[in-house]
């Protein structure tokens, strides 16, 4: 059995930033179709960060919506009611879900409760964030929500020109990644995926480890949270439910492949196109992409970047 | 005063019933059940439809929570066999996922087809007086059933052979199969009877206040808290724990208002579990 | 003496990796037979199997004539074959009556006179009949486990390494208590890796390397052979 071919982290980024690139191209100038592109790719940036802290280090964090909706709601807030710039509060949103990231990371790793306690942590978060939001409306309001057009900054407020900065970031946080996982750390995770015991024995500090995964993957959350405020022209609760952002992507991960490079916009690519398909049912969606995580879980965990590569006899990173 | 702490624990009997399903799925099953408050929703929401289509409340409600019973059932049998082909971690995993995807799909599903349907159980007398205090006849029906199935559950689980067999499943799984036990069939029943809980905790709901499909993560994530508090396998742990909560919960809510009390309810669930992570009560089944 | 419990080349693994590979060996009506070797040779493996706990890759299992091989472990507990792990898994938290009582799950209604001849036989549990599993010593807890094992009048006993982690005086006793019910005609498989004591108590045993046998024979003949002397017995 010949070894597959592998294809290089590089290649792979140059495609992926060359397709993506042409994708507007595709659309028939379609502002419609634009958008949708556009919030796949925010959706890609989200299961990027999905990726390194559940795909990585199997922390399995049931907040993805919390964290970026923290960050958004954060930065619009100081925006809207101190007329601060969004510059300055993006950053201030993103540092805020890194902390709290780390946070529920470090708490559970240091009490070595496994699997389960990380769940329920970050799930009870989804609902303190969702009744802190309801709570706290005179700054918030509620389930109103907030008009972010106003304070966007201009880059982010449709067309090309966003669709392109979106794609920026995005393309940063998949050299990111890629980078960290050529790195110390990247061999490290996968030591950590492998066997933690092992792992610890060997020297490696899984804490620091795996906190540090949660930190950066919770800081990317943060940052796409605040590009879909901005973008998106709206925040309330709803946007960042769980049943908004975390099943989009579990689905997303799961389709396209956990801890690749390419997993991730495979991923948000395929569940796009999915999500066009069932439109029609309306709210009914939610009950396919249920329907999807329990299949992908139980028969295609590996995602079809593994499937791909072993049709193509390449190992597709 | 004391009627808050009435209050209190009879909203906290409430909360244990929801949480001792997933304790024992837990124990028995090596599964957290992410899906358990959408099992509730459905024992409500089943009950409100037989009652709008005629039936007495009583039998309504007997049927509800039967249907819940089934839902966990077919579940246990049909989408949660392949995590139980895994063990240990890998297991949990599998069914946290499975169950999330669940919950999802009923939550979904409920929400288009029933969005406006609520259970409420109207009683014939609102309140009663026992001495100086009034008395809600809801919160007294509430208290003495939950109290009745707890009491039917322990009885169960140490005084029958099938109860001393499930202890004994959840104390050493492999231990029982050396036995001659077949844990898979003894864990299908216990995953039902922990769905009749959530379907009965759900319809109890109904009589509290009302129960409408939007209720199910509120009712996973508070059960969840109350588990682990009590320790995620301990019985014993989870109807304590829960009639803490409820203590506190009551407390809070008087003196400092709804948001504010979810908050010091998360708050305390976390102190405690940093605390003593295993929970109040490690593992006394 | 007909063959109870015949091993039939058969290959165990995990994953991609054999454990034990072409292994064969016959268990007669009341005999005890013996399976000496190192550490990982592969003796757990072989019993697990045997015990229905895990599934063969090759080979059949067979059991007063019938194939139980692919039978689930609990099945097999009730045609009477019970394998008692190195490990014991004790419920912990209940007491020793409690245990032993779970033992007699495929004879429920009858147990009463099996408990009283488990601790006729093991008169320490009787004195801590009321104690619970957990704190028990190391040597109550084996003879529980045995004791366990004994409550539903199993035909044949599987013994992983009942030895493990005892004191000498608790291995001498327990020793004695298997010779007492091989008297009393029970058919006996031990693992072991204390092997004075398995070639002293065993009629017959096979020596596991690596998962192969490498010698079978009279526990007497081994006990004399040079190679076994040498490598088993730290003599020569």
């Known amino acids: 059995m010949t070894a597959n071919r592998p294809v290089s982290g590089r290649a792979a980024l140059s495609a992926v930033a060359v397709a993506l690139a042409l994708v507007p ?112 409306r005179d700054w918030t309001n509620g389930e109103t929500g907030l008009e972010t057009k106003a304070i966007a900054p201009a880059v982010l407020s449709g067309g090309l020109p966003s669709y ?57 959350l943060g940052a796409i949270g605040a590009l879909h405020a901005y973008y998106g022209g709206f925040i309330s609760p709803t946007v960042f439910a769980l049943s908004s952002i975390d099943i989009v992507v579990l689905v997303a991960l799961l389709l396209g492949g956990m801890g690749t490079l390419l997993g991730p916009v495979l991923g948000g690519i395929l569940f796009t196109l999915i999500d066009e398909l069932v439109r029609p049912l309306g709210q009914l969606n939610v009950v396919v992409y249920g329907i999807m995580i329990v299949l992908l879980v139980v028969t295609f965990r590996h995602g079809v970047v593994a499937m791909l590569g072993k049709r193509l006899k390449i190992r597709l990173p | 005063m004391l009627a808050i702490l009435i209050d209190g624990i009879v909203q906290g009997l409430q909360l244990s019933l929801m949480a001792v399903g997933i304790t024992l ?28 289509a005629g039936l007495h409340p009583l039998l309504a409600s007997v049927l509800g929570v039967l249907s819940a019973g089934a839902f966990g059932l077919i579940m246990d049998r049909t989408i949660l066999v392949p995590a139980y082909r895994y063990q240990g971690e890998e297991r949990l995993l599998l069914g946290l996922l499975i169950t999330l995807g669940l919950s999802f799909v009923v939550n979904g599903f409920l929400d288009v087809r029933y969005p406006t349907v609520a259970l409420t159980l109207p009683l014939p007398t609102p309140s009663f007086t026992v001495g100086a205090i009034t ?151 | ?109 009858a147990r009463a006179e099996r408990l009283k001849f488990v601790l006729d036989l093991f008169p320490r549990l009787r004195e801590r009949r009321k104690q619970l599993a957990g704190t028990l010593s190391g040597g109550e807890q084996q003879m529980l486990a045995i004791g366990r094992g004994l409550m539903s009048r199993p035909r044949v006993l599987l013994l992983d390494e009942p030895s493990t982690g005892l004191a000498p005086f608790f291995v001498s006793e327990i020793y004695r208590k298997f010779a007492q019910l091989k ?31 490498r010698l079978s024979g009279n526990s007497r003949d081994l006990l004399g052979n040079a190679e076994i002397q040498r490598t088993y017995l730290g003599m020569g």
Not at chain 2, 28 to 44: M, P, R, T
Not at chain 2, 145 to 159: E, M, S, V
Not at chain 2, 213 to 233: D, K, P, Y
Not at chain 3, 187 to 202: C, G, K, R
């Open chain 2, 135 to 285: 008395v809600r006849t809801a919160s007294a029906a509430v208290a003495v059933i939950a109290l009745a199935a707890f009491a039917l559950l322990f009885a169960f689980l140490k005084g029958t052979l099938l109860g001393k067999v499930v202890r004994s499943i959840m104390q050493n799984e492999v231990g029982a199969g050396l036995c001659g036990i077949n844990s898979g069939r003894i864990r299908t029943l216990i995953v039902a009877l922990s769905a009749m809980m959530a379907g009965l905790a759900g319809v109890m709901q109904g009589l509290f206040s009302s129960l409408g499909t939007e209720l199910g993560n509120e009712f996973t994530s508070f059960a969840l808290i109350v588990a682990v508090i009590g320790g995620v396998r301990s019985v014993n742990g989870t109807l304590v724990a829960g009639v803490l909560l409820g203590i506190v919960n009551a407390y809070a809510s008087y003196y400092v208002g709804a948001y504010l009390t979810l908050l010091i309810l998360l708050v305390t669930a976390a102190g405690t579990i940093l605390v003593r992570p295993q929970g109040l009560f490690a593992f006394r089944t």
């Open chain 3, 183 to 213: 008297s009393e005609g029970l058919t006996i498989l031990l693992a072991e890796q204390q092997v004075p004591h398995a070639l002293s108590f065993t009629d017959r045993a096979y020596v596991l390397e690596n998962g192969r046998i």
């Open chain 3, 1 to 109: 003496m007909s063959v109870l419990l015949g091993v039939a080349e058969i290959e165990v693994g995990y994953a991609d990796i054999a454990v034990v590979r072409g292994v064969s060996l016959d268990v007669r009506e009341g005999e005890s037979v013996g399976v000496i070797g190192p550490n990982g040779a592969g003796k757990t493996t072989l019993f697990k199997a045997i015990a229905g706990m895990l599934g063969l890759r090759g080979g059949s299992v067979r059991y007063a004539g019938a194939r139980i091989d692919g039978r689930r472990h609990y099945e097999i507990v009730r045609q009477g074959i019970v394998y008692v792990p190195a490990e014991r898994e004790l419920f912990p938290h209940m007491s020793v009556l409690e245990n032993l009582e779970l033992g007699a799950y495929p004879c429920y209604g």
């Open chain 1, 164 to 220: 392109y900065a979106i794609l920026a970031v995005l393309l940063v946080a998949l050299v990111a990644y890629h980078l960290l996982m050529r790195s110390r750390a990247g061999t490290a995770f996968q030591a950590i995926a492998d066997d933690e015991l092992a792992a610890e024995l060997a020297g490696i500090d899984v804490t620091a480890y795996k906190v540090f995964a949660a930190s950066v993957g919770s800081a990317l």
């Open chain 2, 25 to 52: 799925i837990f124990g028995l099953g090596g599964v957290l059940n992410l899906a358990h408050g959408q099992i509730a929703v459905i024992g409500g929401i089943a009950t409100a439809l037989l009652l709008a």
């Open chain 1, 25 to 136: 191209l595709a659309l028939g100038g379609s502002a419609y179709y634009l958008r949708i592109a556009t919030l796949a790719l925010i959706f890609m940036g989200y299961t990027v960060a999905f990726n390194i802290i559940f795909g990585h280090t199997r922390q399995l964090f049931l907040c993805l919506g919390a964290l970026a909706g923290a960050s958004a709601y954060v930065s619009v807030v100081l925006t809207m009611k101190l007329s601060m710039s969004p510059w300055l509060t993006i950053p201030i949103g993103i540092a805020v879900a890194a902390l709290l990231g780390g946070a529920f990371s470090y708490v559970s790793v240091r009490r070595s409760l496994g699997v389960i306690f990380v769940g329920i942590v970050t799930l009870v978060f989804s609902m303190i964030f969702h009744n802190l939001v309801l709570g706290l």
